[in-house]
């Protein structure tokens, strides 16, 4: 009888360029090939990251977030997304992980805050909140619009624009 090993917890670790390959499939896998459409890919085509994220496990990319810099009515700030998991491992804290590696970044960084769109259950118990005032490049729930406040600055109100 043969036992198979079990995998290594998954590492959330910085991005480096060799990861590109990887991070595109996981999110091609986790959004479809629509997702280049979306409002949100408006403020992330044709630019690097500031910084992003990977989980990895068993030498392989399992996970992956990335943080843009943006303006938000001339404001700066920082926009999270697309954050990815594989389907088979949703559901094992790794999201949260990656979540939470960004955040630290972002106030490491001092950065004023973070926007994103996404499930308001899900980004709500690290502290989003729904931002008013915000416009998006394009047609966005705005219940799905986001913000963290990483400073005591009440939260920037106009066009969201890429920096």
Not at 34 to 41: I, K, M, P, S, W
Not at 50 to 70: K, M, N, P
Not at 138 to 161: C, Q, Y
């Amino acid at each position: 009888m043969t036992i198979a090993p079990s995998p290594q917890p998954a590492v959330v670790q910085a991005e480096t360029v060799f990861d590109a390959a990887a991070v595109a499939r996981v999110v091609e896998a986790a959004f479809g090939p629509g997702h280049l459409a979306r409002t949100a890919e408006r403020l992330r085509e044709g630019r690097d990251p500031a910084v992003g994220f990977v989980a990895r496990q068993d030498g392989r990319i399992i996970g992956s977030v990335r943080l843009w810099t943006i303006t938000i009515g001339g404001a700066p700030a920082l926009f999270l997304g697309p954050i990815a998991v594989e389907r088979t491992e949703r559901n094992a804290g790794i999201g949260a992980e990656l979540v939470a590696a960004c955040v630290d970044w972002a106030r490491e960084a001092r950065a004023s805050g973070v926007l994103l769109v996404g499930d308001p259950p899900y980004f709500e118990r690290f502290g989003f909140k729904r931002i008013e005032g915000a416009a998006m490049p394009g047609p966005v729930d705005p219940a799905r619009l986001l913000w963290l406040a990483l400073d005591a600055v009440a939260a920037p109100t106009g066009p969201v624009r890429p920096d």
